[in-house]
């Protein structure tokens, strides 16, 4: 049993924008889960409860600590688009080449951050 080849793992494979785009996946996904359902359940309960109820939310949810929330389930859905954008060219077959790979490994992150800025614009602006 002790002579038995090893299965690749992490300290065999090299690191690279792929695998940090895919544990980001998985991190967008979780937080959105959780952070996400807790907010959402509070909207809807604080709708329900009327208007003094729904006061207290848009106060928490306007300040500055209620911003960066919102705006990091923003970013954490647009993330995570992205992410899943990306590895439905991989499931259909494309993309696997290592050029290609890389860049839309580096490329998703970074659309994902300009449409957080452009969405957070349009509604701030308007």
């Known amino acids: 049993m ?4 090893l299965s690749p793992h992490l300290q065999i494979w090299k690191w690279g ?3 940090a785009v895919s544990i980001l996946h998985r991190i967008t996904g979780d937080g959105m889960a959780l952070v996400g359902l807790g907010v959402l359940l509070w909207w809807l309960g604080a709708m329900a409860g009327g208007e003094e109820s729904y006061a207290t939310f848009a106060e928490v949810m306007g300040s500055p600590l209620g911003m960066v929330v919102l705006v990091g389930l923003s970013w954490a859905f ?3 688009m992205m992410s899943g954008l990306r590895h439905f ?17 580096v490329a998703a992150p970074i659309i ?3 449409l957080t ?7 701030l602006l308007k």
Not at 2 to 5: G, L
Not at 89 to 105: H, P, R
Not at 117 to 123: K, T
């Open 2 to 5: 002790a002579n038995r080849p």
């Open 17 to 19: 924008p792929h695998m």
């Open 78 to 80: 647009f993330t995570h």
């Open 89 to 105: 060219v991989l499931d259909i077959g494309a993309g696997y080449e290592l050029d290609t790979n890389k860049f839309w490994s």
């Open 112 to 114: 994902a951050i300009l």
């Open 117 to 123: 800025a452009l969405f957070w614009a349009v509604i």
